[in-house]
């Protein structure tokens, strides 16, 4: 039950978002031509000959739009496979990924071998070994197709494990392969289904390093689906337990969990799980003895450490942030025998240490600027941002704008855009968006001056007691109604 996790190394999921950039019209030129070019080590180093058909062949590849190397792809329809809605940014190339069937026949010829050797090891453990040898085999050819990419016999291949396992730990890790499947070609659908799957499993008596590692692929997915009110809680959950790098990166899950808690948790959790979080503190770059405390784990994420810096205003962390790249470390794998990687691609957190400072401390012309910062870093360059990048950006103003408005019952219009670092006209249609939506209770009075805002704060204890009035009248009337009954009732005895 608590075995190690297996089929935890395919598919290679960064090769899905180097398909994402070559078709990414925000990443830069460069960006694409080193996406390609790994893209291209990944295809020929692993004999993906069943990914690459799918990317780049001329008629029914996903990335082959300007149809250059047949005359047939030009009458093909522009509509894409299902699963491709989430390989790529746009139907628009920027780097080409050229198809040549010389290529293909040899990668093909590379995968019919292999899967000749895997067929006559299973041959071998049926005559000669026992149902553990058999296993293994069929195992190792499931790996195998996730390998090269051949999302239909990989899952195929993986149920078949699932249905003569009796270990519920490797039934879990092979459900957990089934939703990286889905997570590498895009399918939101098969992974709601799987994942669900998992959680049952694990729900049956799974062990407490799968429950964890399902935390952060329930987390991921709900982001993929813009529920971020609930995926915040179990990423941030796993930023202190996180194994799971087959999954993502130690830096993308900081970078997930920081932003799914901005845009959804309450000023209070806010606080406690992201300003303050250990974790989040010693990556985002916090300075001095704020530093060193978020990494020997005495600064607490829990309530009660909130309590404490809101009584201590001199704690709070600067809303200047630090311009040096950081590269994200998960404090509890060091020294342990942890598969995270031994070295991340530095990123800069900057922007995401300024969104975060500067949106709880209130200092909004930093945190617009910040905002941009983050779409052009984060949420334009990420397969999994990318697609919620408007809505995002959307309700973080939202958010900004609430929290300055709910201090106030008067607020000048030119006063508030001069605080947003924003134009009048600007701030005056996207607040009259929201108050249209019914998500800003104010109103904007222009007809004299300079314009105004007048918040139209919903009175809570008065709308508890209008509900307690409304329903006590429900209750009387089916009371009277019950009575009626009963002396009707009575009177029939009678």
Not at 36 to 63: C, F, R, V, W
Not at 76 to 92: C, E, I, Q
Not at 139 to 150: H, L, N, Q, T
Not at 305 to 322: H, L, N, Q
Request: hydrophobic fraction near 40%; charge should be neutral.
């Amino acid at each position: 039950m608590g075995s190690d996790p297996q089929y935890a190394k395919w598919p290679a999921l960064p090769l899905a978002q180097h398909v994402f950039t070559i078709t990414n019209p925000y990443a830069t030129r460069p960006a694409q031509q080193a996406a390609l070019q790994s893209l291209q080590e990944g295809i020929n180093e692993h004999s993906m000959a069943p990914l690459y058909k799918y990317l780049a062949h001329p008629t029914d590849g996903i990335l082959n739009s300007t149809g250059e190397t047949t005359s047939s792809s030009s009458s093909r329809p522009a509509g894409r496979k299902p699963s491709a809605a989430g390989m790529v940014a746009t139907k628009s190339v920027g780097a080409t990924l050229p198809w040549n069937e010389d290529v293909y026949n040899r990668l093909k010829a590379e995968n019919d071998k292999e899967l000749e050797a895997f067929q006559k090891e299973e041959d071998e453990a049926v005559e000669q070994a026992g149902e553990t040898e058999i296993m293994a085999a069929k195992g190792k050819r499931a790996d195998f197709f996730a390998k090269i990419g051949d999302k239909d016999k990989a899952i195929a291949a993986y149920e078949d494990v699932f249905e003569k396992t009796g270990i519920l730990g490797t039934k879990i890790d092979l459900v957990l392969a089934i939703i990286r499947m889905g997570l590498f070609y895009g399918d939101k659908a098969l992974v709601k289904k799987h994942v669900a799957r998992a959680k049952t499993l694990v729900d049956s008596g799974g062990d407490w390093d799968r429950r964890n590692r399902l935390k952060a692929y329930e987390g991921l997915h709900l982001l993929t689906v813009r529920s971020y009110n609930l995926s915040a809680p179990l990423l941030l959950d796993s930023l202190s337990t996180f194994t799971s790098y087959e999954l993502c990166t130690y830096s993308n899950l900081v970078v997930y969990s920081v932003l799914a808690g901005s845009v959804s948790l309450k000023r209070v959790d806010f606080k406690s799980k992201v300003v303050d979080a250990p974790e989040i503190k010693a990556i985002l770059g916090a300075d001095g003895d704020d530093k060193l405390l978020a990494l020997s784990g005495a600064i607490s994420a829990g309530p009660g450490a909130e309590d404490a810096e809101m009584r201590d205003a001199k704690d709070t962390v600067s809303p200047t942030a630090p311009t040096k790249a950081t590269t994200a470390v998960n404090l509890t794998t060091l020294g342990t025998s942890s598969d995270q990687p031994e070295a991340e691609m530095a990123v800069d957190f900057s922007p995401l240490a300024q969104l975060v400072n500067s949106l709880y401390n209130g200092h909004y012309k930093l945190f617009f600027q910040a905002l941009a910062m983050v779409e052009e870093q984060f949420l334009t360059q990420d397969r999994y941002l990318h697609e919620h990048k408007g809505w995002f950006i959307r309700e973080m103003r939202l958010r900004a704008y609430q929290q300055l408005l709910q201090s106030y019952r008067v607020v000048g219009l030119e006063s508030m855009a001069n605080d947003f670092g924003v134009t009048v006209d600007f701030l005056d249609r996207d607040l009259a968006r929201f108050i249209a939506g019914g998500r800003i209770p104010c109103t904007i009075d222009r007809v004299t001056g300079k314009g105004v805002i007048e918040t139209n704060r919903p009175d809570d204890k008065n709308k508890q007691y209008q509900d307690v009035v409304k329903q006590g009248d429900q209750l009387i009337t089916k009371l009277q109604k019950y009575g009626q009954a009963v002396r009707l009732r009575g009177s029939e005895r009678a």
